[in-house]
T-cell receptor
């Protein structure tokens, strides 16, 4: 098992550019989510999905879009990047119950100039 | 809505000394509680979790935490730390009805000095 994988590891964008952060898991997990990590603020939930075709907003969804067409993949799209979106982004997945362990990917460090 | 406060942003300790990382939460409903560890330049790894039952929860790497409902706390402890425990530690909470809505604290950076 590769677990949760994220690409790219690093990315630099200019203001207004768009990009997609990729996340994939090979554990057949129902639940997947995206967090951003900023210094002194812990991790904040952006979007999450409880299964293919079902997504919902988290705490800080503005400026981000998601879709879940397959169980394995959960991409995060930035339609028009802003400097405020400079952050480290983590994808996570777990099975259908809170008794299941949540696994995090290694993160994507994004800088928006 | 839930919230989590980690009372110390940084905790320096000497190797082989005991350590306690403090976490308080706020919620109007029953909650699940978690501690995660993040080693430098890595993702988060689950240390332990409280879902129900015994209030003393044992996790990996010799860590344990105690759920105190009356004080709304979930402090993390280790009796003797090692250099390899140097990392950032995050407390997190979720209500029992939540899907993936984990709310994290701000993190505590644990530094172990030789």
């Amino acid at each position: 098992n590769a677990g949760v994988t994220q690409t790219p590891k690093f990315q630099v964008l200019k203001t207004g550019q768009s990009m997609t952060l990729q996340c994939a898991q090979d554990m057949n997990h129902e639940y997947m989510s995206w967090y951003r990590q900023d210094p002194g603020m812990g991790l904040r939930l952006i979007h999450y999905s409880v299964g293919a075709g079902i997504t919902d907003q988290g705490e800080v969804p503005n400026g981000y879009n998601v879709s879940r067409s397959t169980t394995e993949d959960f991409p995060l799209r930035l339609l028009s990047a802003a400097p405020s979106q400079t952050s480290v982004y983590f994808c996570a997945s777990r099975g259908g119950s809170w008794s299941d362990t949540q696994y995090f990917g290694p993160g994507t460090r994004l800088t928006v100039l | 809505a839930q919230s989590v406060t980690q009372l110390d942003s940084q905790v320096p300790v000497f190797e082989e000394a005991p350590v306690e990382l403090r976490c308080n939460y706020s919620s109007s409903v029953s909650v699940y509680l978690f501690w995660y560890v993040q080693y430098p330049n890595q993702g988060l790894q689950l240390l332990l979790k409280y879902l129900s039952g015994s209030t003393l929860v044992k996790g990996i790497n010799g860590f344990e935490a105690e759920f105190n409902k009356s004080q709304t706390s979930f402090h993390l402890r280790k009796p003797s730390v090692h250099i390899s425990d140097t990392a950032e530690y995050f407390c997190a909470v979720s209500d029992l009805q939540g899907a993936q809505k984990l709310v994290f604290g701000q993190g505590t950076r644990l530094t172990i000095n030789p």
